[in-house]
């Protein structure tokens, strides 16, 4: 028979996935992947995962699973998967920064959390990353208020401002702000050029390349969905970056089985360039230009981890970041990146302990809304007994 599972489908800032009740959940871990597979429509060799409810990109192709939390200081705990399109695997390392706006909203609507009005404080434990993030939950008559004025670029409506707090967000994976030990490494593209690149660990893991050691200007768009050449020299820096941070054991294996983390952005210092929705970005509306990879593709928006990870980078001295943000004096905790549908912003507290830099906290806005409520159907081929 078909296997009925109650799941919300939500928007998290710029991304889209269901959320389900933990306790909903098989206790098997590899049945839960291929329930979460099958819900998805994955793997699709067409990639439009047509036969579920993905959308044939990686922003939409994202799940949370929540359950109350039994450690004290946390209120929900968090796990968040990333569905592969064209093959059979979810990826539960790293976290989704975006979809993690909608999780303090589920917690309040769910009943999870005592509602508090105006603003409700849900302290989640990202279960991905071991780190707390704090979401401030706009709230009215004991749900969550999704209405208001705030608006960020890659979603045409506004809605109420959610405000996320990443606290001490280094080390999400690797369990070091600077897995390699460096502020820079070098590794070598396809041709046997050397480039100089940063790897850092906050809210997910980087590497981060100046776009005009690639010969590129930072504000393209169309070259980096286009340009097999780029992706691909993209992707050899990201592999041997997944090797160096300790992430993947091989080149071979961060091919094979490390699509997800870590992501590769290029970074660019501030220029005027046209957004995808044909608004023009000012060069000083902005610190950095940016333009971020997800699972091989160009992301259209910009990863909340990523916007995390790129304000921390762009405030520690030496990294490839640093080199081309134009912080604010007045301001220098706020991070403005221009990406290809608009502009996110990013405020990093960084610190000097012991010798060392300390990441005390990142925060951005984002909105959410709860955009479906009911069961999502698991096919009869799935079962306890059976895999795909």
């Known amino acids: ?12 800032g710029t991304s889209r996935g269901l959320f389900f009740h933990d306790r909903d959940l098989p206790r098997e871990a ?3 992947e291929q329930m979460v597979l099958a819900a998805y429509g994955s793997p699709d060799p067409f990639g439009r995962q ?24 946390f209120d929900v705990v968090y796990r968040f998967g990333q569905v592969a399109i064209d093959r059979p695997e979810v990826d539960f390392r790293g976290n ?31 279960e991905n990353t071991n780190t707390l993030i704090v979401s401030e939950v706009p709230v009215r008559d004991g749900r969550f208020l999704e209405t208001g004025d705030y608006r960020i670029d890659g979603i045409p409506f506004p809605g109420s401002r959610i405000r996320l707090h ?8 690797t369990a070091a702000l600077f897995p390699t030990g460096a502020r820079k490494d070098r590794f070598t593209l396809p041709g ?16 981060f390349v100046r776009a005009d050691a690639l010969g590129l200007r930072g504000v393209e768009i169309e070259a980096f969905e286009s340009s097999a050449e780029l992706r691909e020299e993209l992707e050899a820096v990201r592999r041997q970056a997944a090797v160096a941070m300790g992430i993947a054991p091989s080149v ?8 997800a983390v870590p992501k590769i952005a290029v970074v660019a210092a501030p220029a005027a360039y046209r957004a995808v929705n044909g ?8 610190t950095l230009v940016a333009r971020m990879m997800s699972m091989g593709a160009l992301h259209r928006a910009y990863a909340v981890s990523g916007a995390i990870a790129t304000a921390g980078a762009a405030r520690i001295p030496g990294t490839v970041v640093s080199e081309v943000a134009r912080l604010a004096v007045e301001e220098p905790a706020r991070v403005v990146i221009g990406h290809p549908s608009g502009r996110i912003e990013a405020e990093a507290e960084i610190a000097e302990k012991d010798g060392g830099i300390v990441y005390e906290e990142g925060i951005v806005g984002r909105t959410a809304r709860r955009l479906m409520e009911g069961f999502v159907l698991i096919p009869e081929r799935i079962s306890e007994g059976d895999r795909l």
């Open 1 to 12: 028979m078909v296997r009925r599972i109650p799941a919300v489908l939500m928007r998290g």
């Open 30 to 32: 590899k049945l839960v």
């Open 50 to 73: 047509t036969d579920g409810v993905g959308g044939g990109t990686s922003l939409t192709s994202k799940v949370a699973i929540i359950r109350p939390a039994d450690e004290e200081g």
């Open 96 to 126: 989704c920064g975006n979809l993690s706006a909608a999780v303090g909203p589920f917690a309040v609507d769910e009943g999870l959390v005592p509602a508090v009005e105006p603003v409700t404080r849900v302290r989640i434990h990202q």
């Open 166 to 173: 990443f606290v001490r967000p280094e080390g999400a994976v």
């Open 192 to 207: 046997g050029k050397t480039i100089a690149a940063t790897c850092l660990d906050a809210a997910n893991p980087f590497v």
């Open 252 to 259: 071979a294996e961060a091919a094979r089985r490390n699509q």
């Open 279 to 286: 608004r023009e970005v000012a060069a000083e509306e902005i």
